[in-house]
């Protein structure tokens, strides 16, 4: 049961992410890594803690977020609701942005999440381009992602396995890359 959801679920992601797709410039691709990554300065920040405003002028602004402690019990789903405006405000600041983060959603601590994943979003408004990309995505416990559909259907479908492996090719993976508007503030 679990696994047909994962695969319905995954079909919708999919699909969201063809329409979203559909709205933009260019068509969307598979995940390519931000080009300014290598020579990017991470900002490291943990649970909850609220990022220094001044970092809304650093470009390229680079920060990796913990998100693992989204738990009701414990405090850490308040602590996360008053870190996280902060934390989507910095990302209007620059022209070129990288955020890598890790979720966990659970009830309690210690129980099963209901919903995890690993996340890596970054945007080039110079360059017009953006891409998100998924990893070990779980909704509890049971894997999701495109990659999962595609393994699913590799004896059934090879060929549309194979058109969809560059949105995702193991389990709990998605990834696209698509091209955004021009932006007045970064040309």
Same mark, same amino acid.
């Given at each position: 049961?679990?696994?047909?959801?994962?695969?319905?679920?995954?079909?919708?992601?999919?699909?969201? &992410?063809?329409?979203?797709?559909? &709205?933009?410039?260019?068509?969307?691709?598979?995940?390519?890594?931000? @080009?300014?990554? @290598?020579?990017?300065?991470?900002?490291?920040?943990?649970?909850?803690?609220?990022? @220094?405003?001044?970092?809304?002028?650093?470009?390229?602004?680079?920060?990796?977020?913990?998100?693992?402690?989204?738990?009701?019990? !414990?405090?850490?789903?308040?602590?996360?609701?008053?870190?996280?405006?902060?934390?989507?405000?910095?990302?209007?600041?620059?022209?070129?942005?990288?955020?890598?983060?890790?979720? &966990?959603?659970?009830?309690?601590?210690?129980?099963?999440?209901?919903?995890?994943?690993?996340? !890596?979003?970054?945007? /080039?408004?110079?360059? %017009?381009?953006?891409?998100?990309?998924?990893?070990?995505?779980?909704? !509890?416990?049971?894997?999701?992602?495109?990659? /999962?559909?595609?393994?699913?259907?590799? /004896?059934?479908?090879?060929?549309?396995?194979?058109?969809? &492996?560059?949105?995702?090719?193991?389990?709990?993976?998605?990834?696209?890359?698509?091209?955004?508007?021009?932006?007045? %503030?970064?040309?």
């Amino acid at each position: 049961m679990l696994r047909k959801l994962s695969i319905f679920a995954s079909a919708g992601l999919l699909v969201a &992410s063809l329409l979203v797709a559909q &709205s933009s410039p260019a068509a969307a691709t598979g995940y390519t890594p931000p @080009p300014f990554g @290598p020579t990017c300065e991470v900002h490291e920040f943990g649970e909850g803690v609220q990022p @220094p405003l001044w970092l809304w002028f650093v470009d390229p602004l680079c920060v990796e977020y913990q998100k693992r402690d989204i738990t009701f019990d !414990n405090g850490g789903a308040v602590a996360f609701l008053f870190a996280e405006p902060s934390r989507f405000l910095l990302a209007t600041g620059p022209c070129r942005y990288w955020q890598q983060d890790h979720w &966990s959603i659970q009830v309690t601590t210690g129980a099963t999440p209901i919903v995890t994943w690993d996340g !890596n979003y970054w945007f /080039d408004k110079h360059l %017009r381009y953006a891409a998100a990309h998924l990893a070990n995505f779980r909704i !509890n416990g049971a894997s999701v992602g495109i990659g /999962d559909v595609v393994i699913a259907l590799q /004896d059934y479908a090879p060929e549309l396995a194979t058109a969809l &492996s560059e949105y995702g090719s193991t389990y709990g993976e998605t990834g696209m890359s698509s091209s955004l508007p021009f932006s007045l %503030r970064c040309p």
